[in-house]
């Protein structure tokens, strides 16, 4: 069993107007290097799910999406996520806004192959006005009380980045919080792992580190090796994220043309070529964790 | 000793406003006893620091990131001291301890109302938005399930407006919100911490109330910069000035003054 396959053949693993969830956390550990890959394709029509960050406001400035559901798009540092904000601000895209627990609630009841999750949470809020299709449960007990009944949000694919896999699907996360991640690759009936460092059997090559996976390789259906893959979001404990490049890409929004500047001046080719055009792999794996 | 100890507590000379309401801040964990204290941005961070190393050592308080701390880890560069992990706090335990009820979050909104509902959505309409912002983040979550405080360092009617917020995401006390069956027993709006004054939901039917007022502030001040109609406390007083002992503490925990540059011109807390 080997489920490596290469970056560059990421895309085709895409088709028009598919359910694709993407894990990390806004500015932190997002599958950078496959984004690019699709930003690159002439995939479309998405509906993407996601604790947002850059690769949200990318894949809009891009055209590749039909229909958001999200918790929160931001970079931290950088609050309103460019991109995400002048697709919003255009209007047309289809949004699903949700409270970020909501959001792993909707994942959970995908993973345990159920229609939905009661829960108190979005009741009261906006989240039921801009939903209009979610709709409200009564407890069948005797409290009687009224929770609004979260539908499951199924994949079709899901695109996480993580420090270590094996060629079999195992991965290994050893940043501090590994987010959703997991919760991202059981809703999903697909999931494309991308990695720092790859081994043939992290049995053998990292048996230590056990604790650091996080879901089974059976729900793994490739990995790939994209070391920096995380670029310009953070790998903690690796990297931080890049501010400078996110400043850059933050000021292209509002310049004329802007995104077409970007994508030429980095998406142009391979990751290499990316990497070499935003410093260097040495600058990005030297980039400090921030401080808060 | 008891002599130093009333030392310590006497009102320094001067004070800057976001000292002042760092104080006031702290105030809205009081009591909160082993609770999840969040302060999100500068001041509610330091406020949460404050309240932790003076009258609330129980509180439980992450580094920011996704680890417990028991002592508050400073803003900014650190040089060569090292936060000590009590413990851990990922985004998935923080929703169980949202969920939970066992939190108290001081958060800013961009826009609050009469109820206490709260914005950080989007501005203007949702479907095309004037502004985007951030999206609902954890708001709907937090209010529904546990206490919250909120910190609002330029009060206006852009932030208090007169109608009901763009967006509600964190829930309050607007009866039209909920229907029969819905269970908001646990919606509990604490504090509110403004440029100009302290505020809470002690009105009848939880209407806003101004508790005190900043120094050189009036409270017809308040209200014309209040986009609805405000409650003076019937023992509405002066916001309390930070004491010594709070001066230390906030140095220690912002050691780089990253509080000056949170309110425009970084005024005094008494205006000369």
Redesign the interface.
């Known amino acids: 069993m080997n489920k490596q396959i290469g970056l560059d053949t990421v895309a085709s693993q895409l088709h028009d107007g598919m359910t694709v969830g993407i894990g990390g956390?806004g500015p932190r550990r997002k599958p950078m290097a496959v984004v690019r890959e699709i930003l690159k394709s002439p995939v479309k029509d998405l509906t993407v799910v996601a604790y947002?960050g850059p690769e949200i406001g990318m894949l809009c400035a891009a055209g590749k999406v039909r229909k958001l559901v999200?918790?929160?798009?931001?970079m931290d540092l950088i609050?309103?996520e460019p991109y995400?904000?002048k697709a919003?601000?255009?209007?047309g895209l289809e949004?699903c806004?949700?409270?970020?627990?909501?959001l792993?609630w909707g994942l959970r009841a995908a993973g345990m192959r159920v229609p939905f999750l009661p829960?108190?949470?979005?009741?009261?809020?906006?989240?039921l006005?801009?939903n209009p299709g979610f709709k409200?449960i009564?407890s069948p007990y005797a409290d009687?009380?009224?929770l609004l009944a979260m539908p499951a949000l199924p994949l079709d694919l899901a695109l996480l980045h993580v420090d270590t896999a094996d060629r079999l699907g195992n991965t290994h996360i050893h940043?501090?919080?590994?987010?959703?991640d997991d919760l991202f690759a059981r809703a999903a009936k697909k999931t494309i792992v991308s990695c720092e460092e790859i081994h043939d059997r992290l049995d053998i090559a990292r048996p230590d580190d056990a604790k650091a996976n996080l879901f089974e390789r059976n729900l793994v259906s490739h990995v790939v090796h994209a070391p920096l893959g995380a670029h310009p979001t953070s790998c903690a404990p690796r990297y931080g994220w890049d501010l400078v490049h996110l400043k850059k890409y933050a000021a292209s929004a509002v310049e004329p043309h802007g995104w077409a500047h970007y994508s030429e001046q980095y998406l142009g080719g391979d990751e290499g070529r990316y990497q070499d055009a935003v410093g260097g792999a040495q600058h990005i794996g030297a980039l400090p964790m921030p401080?808060? | 000793m008891r002599q130093l100890d009333s030392e310590m507590n006497e009102t320094p000379s001067s004070y800057t406003l976001a000292e002042l309401l760092i104080c006031a801040a702290s105030e809205a964990w009081r009591g909160n006893g082993e609770l999840l204290g969040s302060g999100i941005g500068t001041i509610p961070r330091i406020a949460l620091g404050v309240a932790k190393l003076t009258h609330s050592p129980a509180l439980l308080m992450t580094d920011g990131e996704a680890y417990l701390v028991e002592e508050p880890v400073p803003l900014g560069p650190r040089g060569d001291w090292k936060p000590r992990f009590a413990g851990m706090m990922t985004y998935m335990r923080v929703f169980d301890c949202v969920w939970s009820g066992k939190r108290h979050a001081l958060v800013g909104p961009t826009q609050i109302d009469r109820w206490g509902q709260a914005n950080i959505s989007c501005l203007g309409d949702f479907h095309k938005p004037k502004v985007q912002m951030l999206g609902s983040r954890g708001f709907p979550g937090n209010s529904i399930n546990h206490i919250n405080s909120m910190f609002v360092p330029a009060h206006s009617t852009r932030v208090f407006v007169e109608n009901e917020v763009d967006v509600v995401g964190s829930v309050g006390y607007n009866p039209a919100r909920w229907q029969p069956g819905m269970n908001n027993k646990d919606v509990d709006l604490r504090l509110i911490i403004t440029d100009l004054c302290v505020m809470d939901f002690s009105g009848p039917d939880h209407a806003i109330v101004v508790r005190s007022l900043h120094p050189g502030v009036s409270f017809e001040q308040v209200q014309a910069a209040t986009g609805f109609a405000l409650l003076p406390a019937s023992d509405i007083g002066t916001t309390a000035a930070p004491t010594h002992e709070q001066m230390a503490l906030i140095r220690r925990i912002d050691p780089h003054n990253l509080r000056a540059g949170v309110l425009k011109n970084n005024p005094p807390g008494v205006p000369a």
């Open positions: 956390w947002g999200y918790g929160f798009v931001t609050p309103l995400f904000r919003r601000e255009a209007g949004i806004e949700l409270d970020e627990g909501l792993h829960t108190r949470v979005g009741l009261g809020s906006d989240i006005t801009y409200t009564q009687g009380e009224v940043g501090p919080d590994p987010f959703f401080i808060f």
